[in-house]
């Protein structure tokens, strides 16, 4: 018998395996539907978006990743300016000929940038912090919730991706390294420094909405 969400979450979690069920003994609903989020596998449309356009902005904050957890091939985050259009950045689990395998580390974008929380909402970049917890998503659009263990921000020059599903443009500012790299759709990963006007990337499109501190809202939003 469970207590507490928190202790739902670590039953699931025993021995990696857990256990086959739980018995929620609480007088707080709010309770109930943290656990239900606990045990929700939300997915996310990923889509094709073809790049439309890729320039230098210059220097700028930038926020590397650090979770506890080890990350697989073709996991990542979804990053973006707009809360409906992200881009799926992968995970440093291959390295690069500068630096070694960081199987825990997403080299996300700039300050600004928001990524998905496993309540549904959006959180700026520069809002993460050790112990925040933030949606993995993969290549086919199945999340999953780690902890952060560390989150740096540092000045790094800066390129900017902008991308169309369809009707939708998305745009995301993100550090010109190797290390940076997007999907393409047939599940080769693309680094920055070699993606080109016209090359498709995988992206996490849905229809437009606002946001008021996190929270999707129905209002006429216009953003650029």
Do not use: W
Request: net charge neutral; aromatic share 6%.
């Amino acid at each position: 018998t469970a207590k507490n969400a928190n202790e739902v979450r670590t039953m699931f979690g025993v021995l990696e395996l857990g256990v086959d069920g739980v018995i929620l003994s609480a007088n707080n609903v709010d309770e109930v539907n943290e656990s239900r989020q606990y045990l929700e596998t939300r997915m996310f449309p990923i889509k094709p978006a073809k790049i439309l356009d890729i320039r230098d902005v210059g220097s700028g904050e930038r926020v590397c990743i650090d979770t506890v957890s080890i990350l697989k091939a073709g996991e990542g985050m979804l990053i973006g300016t707009r809360s409906n259009f992200m881009l799926l950045i992968h995970n440093e689990s291959f390295g690069s000929s500068f630096t070694s395998p960081r199987p825990f580390r997403v080299n996300a974008g700039a300050v600004y940038c928001y990524t998905l929380t496993p309540d549904g909402n959006t959180k700026y970049l520069s809002e993460i912090e050790s112990g925040t917890e933030v949606l993995i998503v993969n290549k086919d659009g199945i999340s999953r919730r780690v902890t952060v263990g560390r989150s740096k921000i540092e000045t790094r020059p800066l390129r900017l991706i902008k991308a169309q599903v369809e009707n939708e443009i998305g745009t995301a500012i993100l550090q010109n390294a190797e290390t940076i790299r997007f999907m393409t759709p047939n599940g080769k990963l693309m680094p920055i420094t070699e993606a080109k006007v016209g090359d498709e990337i995988l992206a996490y499109v849905k229809p437009p909405s606002g946001r008021h501190f996190g929270l999707e809202v129905n209002e006429f939003i216009i953003e650029k």
